[in-house]
T-cell receptor, first 114, second 113 residues
């Protein structure tokens, strides 16, 4: 069975600092995909970054990057130069190449302190 | 493009009442999903439709039914609402499985009293 675990219900970061959100997962699939979604107070879900499991290189999108450790089944999100607009709930998600299902973690609420 | 739209945005039901949540996407996506979001529980998959004409159960299907009316529309029905179904419901669509981004609707906040 697929599972996604986010062990940090809430995190805080000072504006302009760096923060890392943790995510671990479990899957029996050999080919799968990992995602981070952001949900601001507006409730709209927004894709932040995605990673294919067979690619060793960590994905990067501007200030957002991941640390993908396949053997450890870990997929953490690093936000550099944090901005007030980064304050949101962040969800880690996993989908398999052989399934249409996506499994989401329970989320981490990020607070950005001015 | 409107993306993924959901109606209604808010709804209050009494226990035992029925209702249908509507979802439509205009991106010609093949697969559509219904999730519920509860505090501390993240998003949990209720039902999904891999393609037009097919539907399958997700993690928490009990108490719900779905219809994939056509490629654009995917509705979620509560036949006899219960307080445990108080939640925020999201519809999503994706072009194809794999690395494709899921596009989400704005959500429906449902309260069952």
């Amino acid at each position: 069975a697929q599972t996604v675990t986010q062990s940090q219900p809430e995190m805080s970061v000072q504006e302009a600092e760096t923060v890392t959100l943790s995510c671990t997962y479990d899957t029996s699939e050999s080919d799968y995909y990992l995602f981070w979604y952001k949900q601001p107070p507006s409730r709209q879900m927004i894709l932040v970054i995605r990673q294919e499991a067979y690619k060793q290189q960590n994905a990067t999108e501007n200030r957002f990057s991941v640390n993908f450790q396949k053997a450890a089944k870990s997929f953490s999100l690093k936000i550099s130069d944090s901005q007030l607009g980064d304050a949101a709930m962040y969800f880690c998600a996993q989908g398999g190449a052989g399934t249409y299902k996506y499994i989401f973690g329970t989320g981490t609420r990020l607070k950005v302190l001015a | 493009n409107a993306g993924v739209t959901q109606t209604p945005k808010f709804q209050v039901l009494k226990t035992g009442q029925s209702m249908t949540l509507q979802c439509a996407q205009d991106m010609n996506h093949n697969s559509m999903y219904w999730y519920r979001q509860d505090p501390g529980m993240g998003l949990r998959l209720i039902y999904y439709s891999a393609s037009e004409g097919t539907t399958d159960k997700g993690e928490v299907p009990n108490g719900y039914n779905v219809s994939r009316l056509n490629k654009r529309e995917f509705s979620l029905r509560l036949e006899s609402a219960a307080p445990s179904q108080t939640s925020v419901y999201f519809c999503a669509s994706v072009a194809q499985r794999g690395l494709s981004e899921q596009y989400f609707g704005p959500g429906t906040r449902l309260t069952v009293t």
